[in-house]
Nanobody, 119 residues
Framework: QVQLVESGGALVQPGGSLRLSCAAS????????MAWYRQAPGKPRELVAR???????FYPDSVKGRFTISRDNAKSTVYLQMNSLNPEDTAVYYC?????????????WGQGTQVTVSS
């Protein structure tokens, strides 16, 4: 019922910045949280930013102070501003939406966008 499309991934030099976007379409209702995850080859997918319906945010120590999650409800879009990038940030980044239903929550995922940090 919800479709997510990420964009903005690119090749960037260490110390550079990128802004990722995630556009949502479909049944945009009862959304409890939006988040960004990333996954590097051979490693599990990890949470990098989360914003709840009330606006509170969470970041793990690995990105705290460098990444910022925000949303534009009028455009049904969530953003991830990434600053001071380093090679450890190289991964496929995925947008995630948690939507409430009658008896359960449902997770929706985008197709992912590649971020590569290299000299």
């Amino acid at each position: 019922q919800v479709q997510l499309v990420e964009s903005g991934g690119a090749l960037v030099q260490p110390g550079g910045s990128l802004r990722l976007s995630c556009a949502a379409s479909g049944s945009i209702r009862s959304i409890y949280a939006m988040a960004w995850y990333r996954q590097a080859p051979g490693k599990p997918r990890e949470l990098v930013a989360r914003i709840a319906s009330g606006g509170s945010t969470f970041y793990p120590d690995s990105v705290k102070g460098r990444f910022t999650i925000s949303r534009d409800n009028a455009k049904s879009t969530v953003y991830l501003q990434m600053n001071s990038l380093n090679p450890e940030d190289t991964a496929v980044y995925y947008c995630n939406v948690v939507q409430g239903g009658a008896f359960a929550y449902t997770n929706y995922w985008g197709q992912g966008t590649q971020v590569t940090v290299s000299s």
